[in-house]
């Protein structure tokens, strides 16, 4: 049985796609990735996360409005919100809170710090064999 913290990754430049998914893994997490927040609202139409982390700038729905809308859907709205972004503007941050984000976190940002807001989020219990 898959004890492992099933994530959903929506971001659409590969190269974060990989970075994310590699590290993730690392620390123990399942990955799904997303390439954009259609995607997003398609797989989580189907199947169950224990934390969703998105990027912001996206093509179709951006991660704002991905994190809004999320928490406007029964079965999901509890679920832990990361937002990722290169926006570092003043009222950003404050934009994806509002959105009902558990965490934002400007790109580019340190992965230790990327890994504890998920254990932070979503502890995990312990592995018993």
């Known amino acids: 049985m898959n004890t492992k913290p099933e994530v959903l990754v929506v971001e659409d430049e ?10 993730l893994a690392k620390a123990g997490y399942t990955i799904t990735v997303a390439p954009n927040g259609l995607e997003a609202k398609k797989i989580l139409g189907g199947r169950t996360f224990d934390l969703i982390c998105s990027d912001v700038m996206m ?3 951006d991660g704002i409005q991905l994190c809004t809308w999320a928490h406007q859907q029964e079965g999901i709205r509890d ?32 992965i230790e710090e990327l890994v504890k807001m998920f254990e932070t989020l979503l502890p995990r219990k312990a592995e018993t064999e």
Do not use: C, W
């Not at 590969?14 to 590290?23: A, T």
């Not at 937002?83 to 994806?96: K, P």
């Open 79 to 110: 679920i832990p919100f990361i937002i990722l972004s290169s926006r570092a503007q003043h009222g950003e941050r404050e934009l994806g809170m509002e959105a009902g984000a558990n965490a934002y976190l400007t790109k580019p940002f340190d």
């Open 59 to 61: 093509s179709g729905i």
């Open 14 to 23: 590969p190269s974060m796609q990989i970075l994310l998914r590699h590290v």
